[in-house]
């Protein structure tokens, strides 16, 4: 299923992974405020630390930027040491949460299962999520690109409510691309993309499917997400390495539109 990104808005997220202190991260989010526009068409979220959240939230007040938290558990209470719920990140005021990374997915052993929970613990908390997929580089080179994000997106949005899918952001993420320099061509995420939302229009309707944003994610810098974003099943972002910093993050913004 192929459409035009004309009738969806854009969104650009940052993930800024396990980087900057509280105050690094207020001065990098009031210098993205400062150079975003009041009003504009791209939905701008960033995902700093679980630390810096709540100060983050203070310095956006008022903006057009959003918050996101990158990981969540799925449980919203209990003798679970260590971890967050989505209950807490809507409590710090996120409006967002990144599920299924695929560094979550390989260093910490997140699996699709996982990821069906956290996801569904995120929309039963009224926040919205930004799940991630993509193929490894040996599934790559077996021709199983299409095979594996099938079969994530299916897991991740196994059994969710039709009315959950408006709060849901799928993010394709090959993991070859992430950190690499080396994006996915242009057309590669094009197919992959379409992919993804024909699923979504099988697995619940055509009209979710169309109204559904679909980032893509992978060495996205202001020099090649003109190309990236412009493809038509293509929504927008979601940026690693490049929102660093807030010159590159806002080229991206701008080329989203
Ligand atoms: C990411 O971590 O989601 C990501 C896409 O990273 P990068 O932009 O650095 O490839």
Request: glycine share 8%; aromatic share 4%.
């Given at each position: 299923m192929s459409t035009t990104n004309q009738t969806r808005r854009p969104l650009v997220a940052g993930n800024w992974k396990l980087h900057k202190t509280i105050g690094e991260s207020v001065a990098l989010v009031r210098e993205i405020k400062t150079a975003l526009a009041a009003e504009s068409r791209c939905e701008v979220v960033v995902a700093p630390v679980f630390t810096a959240l709540a100060a983050v939230r203070d310095e956006i007040k008022g903006s057009v930027i959003k918050l996101s938290a990158q990981n969540v558990f799925w449980e919203s209470r209990g003798a679970f040491t260590g971890e967050v719920s989505a209950l807490l990140l809507r409590d710090v005021g996120c409006d967002y949460v990144i599920v299924g990374h695929s560094e979550r997915r390989q260093l910490?052993?997140?699996?699709d299962a996982s990821v069906n929970k956290k996801v569904k613990a995120v929309l039963a908390s009224s926040i919205s999520v930004i799940v991630c997929v993509g193929e490894s580089l040996e599934e790559r080179k077996a021709g199983k690109t299409l095979q594996i994000v099938s079969s994530q997106v299916r897991s991740a949005l196994?059994?969710?409510?039709?009315?959950?899918l408006p709060n849901v952001v799928i993010a394709y993420e090959p993991v070859w691309a992430i950190g690499t320099g080396v994006n996915a061509e242009p057309e590669e995420v094009q197919q992959a993309h379409e992919t993804i939302r024909g699923l979504v229009a099988k697995q619940f309707n055509d009209s979710l499917a169309k109204s559904t944003r679909i980032l893509y994610g992978g060495s996205v810098k202001p020099e090649n997400a003109d190309l990236l974003m412009g493809q038509?099943?293509?929504?927008?972002a979601l940026v690693g390495g490049a929102s660093l910093t807030a010159d590159s993050f806002i080229g991206i913004v701008k080329a989203a539109g």
């Amino acid at each position: 299923m192929s459409t035009t990104n004309q009738t969806r808005r854009p969104l650009v997220a940052g993930n800024w992974k396990l980087h900057k202190t509280i105050g690094e991260s207020v001065a990098l989010v009031r210098e993205i405020k400062t150079a975003l526009a009041a009003e504009s068409r791209c939905e701008v979220v960033v995902a700093p630390v679980f630390t810096a959240l709540a100060a983050v939230r203070d310095e956006i007040k008022g903006s057009v930027i959003k918050l996101s938290a990158q990981n969540v558990f799925w449980e919203s209470r209990g003798a679970f040491t260590g971890e967050v719920s989505a209950l807490l990140l809507r409590d710090v005021g996120c409006d967002y949460v990144i599920v299924g990374h695929s560094e979550r997915r390989q260093l910490f052993g997140e699996t699709d299962a996982s990821v069906n929970k956290k996801v569904k613990a995120v929309l039963a908390s009224s926040i919205s999520v930004i799940v991630c997929v993509g193929e490894s580089l040996e599934e790559r080179k077996a021709g199983k690109t299409l095979q594996i994000v099938s079969s994530q997106v299916r897991s991740a949005l196994d059994g969710l409510a039709l009315d959950h899918l408006p709060n849901v952001v799928i993010a394709y993420e090959p993991v070859w691309a992430i950190g690499t320099g080396v994006n996915a061509e242009p057309e590669e995420v094009q197919q992959a993309h379409e992919t993804i939302r024909g699923l979504v229009a099988k697995q619940f309707n055509d009209s979710l499917a169309k109204s559904t944003r679909i980032l893509y994610g992978g060495s996205v810098k202001p020099e090649n997400a003109d190309l990236l974003m412009g493809q038509p099943d293509v929504d927008g972002a979601l940026v690693g390495g490049a929102s660093l910093t807030a010159d590159s993050f806002i080229g991206i913004v701008k080329a989203a539109g």
